[in-house]
């Protein structure tokens, strides 16, 4: 038996709603450093300014040091650049959660809920550009409460959500990074219908794409 509950969201979950989406947000920090150190704009800039450091200084020392400082620099950038989404969205659909999803039938939002504590969250949006698909928006579970069914769970209630009101497909965005994301939405039926470079500076540099993933409703 599952050691957890789903219910609709209520005002007193606000702060551990936000707190968790930008946790969870953060947590991503890590795979995405490994991925831009993997390209070679960025290899190539780390061995042409370690070159120059060294052709300039004569010392492999100062050249070094210069390496940590560039790779100290782009983390505290990188940080910066996820701290400001997180931010963002806080003053989007996040600021008034009861208003964004709560106040609209054809919307909602969900907390799993474990020992008095939220452990994870989903919400569902109408698109704006149809009547007949549902975005699933949101999705997070705490760290120390994942494989234990809650992510999957979270997932059926917005296709069940969506089904109810007769939509005909369940639509979300992910990042490159998401990897477990990923996999539960295939393993859920989800299919990848197109993947786009985000449309910022550090999205065209790093080469960072979104996947939108769509599950089709069957009746």
Same mark, same amino acid.
């Given at each position: ?29 890590? $795979? ?30 100062? &050249? ?16 910066? @650049?996820?701290? @400001? /989404? ?14 964004? /999803? ?9 907390? $799993? ?26 999705? &997070?579970? $705490? ?23 007769? /939509?005909?497909?369940?639509?979300? @965005? ?38 939108? /993933? ?6």
């Amino acid at each position: 038996m599952a050691d957890f509950t789903i219910r609709e969201y209520k005002n007193r979950d606000y702060d551990a709603v936000r707190r968790m989406f930008g946790e969870g947000m953060m947590e991503h920090l890590p $795979a995405t450093g490994t991925h831009l150190l993997k390209l070679f704009q960025v290899q190539f800039f780390f061995f042409i300014s370690f070159l120059g450091v060294l052709f300039v200084s004569q010392s492999y020392l100062l &050249s070094l040091v210069t390496l940590a400082i560039l790779f100290l620099a782009g983390r505290w950038q990188l940080n910066k @650049e996820f701290q @400001e /989404y997180v931010e963002q969205c806080k003053r989007e659909d996040l600021l008034d959660i009861e208003k964004s /999803y709560m106040a609209n039938d054809n919307s909602c939002f969900w907390v $799993a809920e474990s020992n008095d504590r939220v452990v994870g969250m989903v919400g569902a949006q109408s698109a704006l550009l149809s009547n007949e698909v549902m975005t699933l928006r949101r999705m &997070s579970v $705490a760290r120390d409460q994942r494989g234990k069914g809650i992510a999957k769970a979270l997932c059926r209630k917005v296709i069940d959500f969506a089904r109810q009101r007769g /939509y005909k497909t369940v639509s979300l @965005e992910t990042s490159m990074v998401q990897y477990a994301a990923q996999r539960l939405y295939e393993n859920m039926g989800f299919r990848k219908t197109s993947v786009q470079i985000l449309p910022t500076l550090f999205g065209k540099f790093a080469k960072f794409s979104v996947l939108t /993933y769509e599950f089709k409703i069957h009746d």
